[in-house]
Nanobody, 130 residues
Framework: EVQLVESGGGSVQAGGSLRLSCTAS????????MGWYRQAPGDECELVST????????YYVDSVKGRFTISQDNAKTRVNLQMNSLKPVDTAVYYC???????????????????????WGQGTQVTVSS
């Protein structure tokens, strides 16, 4: 069964850094885009960043540009999110996601993350204090 597992979340003061990692099993994701969503209580499920398994092209939501960097290993079984200069507004549960082969990850949407499209990790908490 396809499984995504996140790690690396935690608590950090504003201005600090964290590195999230997502490891995939049961699928190679050679034809899938992978990325990260985040959701704070009461907020939308926000698409933070994506990376293409085809050419390595990346996307970042405006609020994290210049601070976050997404990357993928050569085997395309792991995706990382390096988060620098963290702000309290970055506090959320972060979810690793992979699109169904041939499809793109959808943009920010209302309601809970971990919808019935694509594949989702269990989420990891990131807390940034002032």
């Amino acid at each position: 069964e396809v499984q995504l597992v996140e790690s690396g979340g935690g608590s950090v003061q504003a201005g600090g850094s964290l590195r999230l990692s997502c490891t995939a099993s049961g699928f190679t994701f050679e034809d899938s885009d992978m990325g990260w969503y985040r959701q704070a209580p009461g907020d939308e499920c926000e698409l933070v960043s994506t990376i293409s398994s085809d050419d390595g092209s990346t996307y970042y939501v405006d609020s994290v540009k210049g601070r976050f960097t997404i990357s993928q290993d050569n085997a395309k079984t792991r995706v990382n999110l390096q988060m620098n200069s963290l702000k309290p507004v970055d506090t959320a549960v972060y979810y690793c996601a992979a699109a169904t082969p041939g499809f793109a990850l959808p943009p920010t949407f209302g309601g809970s993350c971990r919808r019935d499209f694509g594949y989702w990790g269990q989420g990891t908490q990131v807390t940034v204090s002032s």
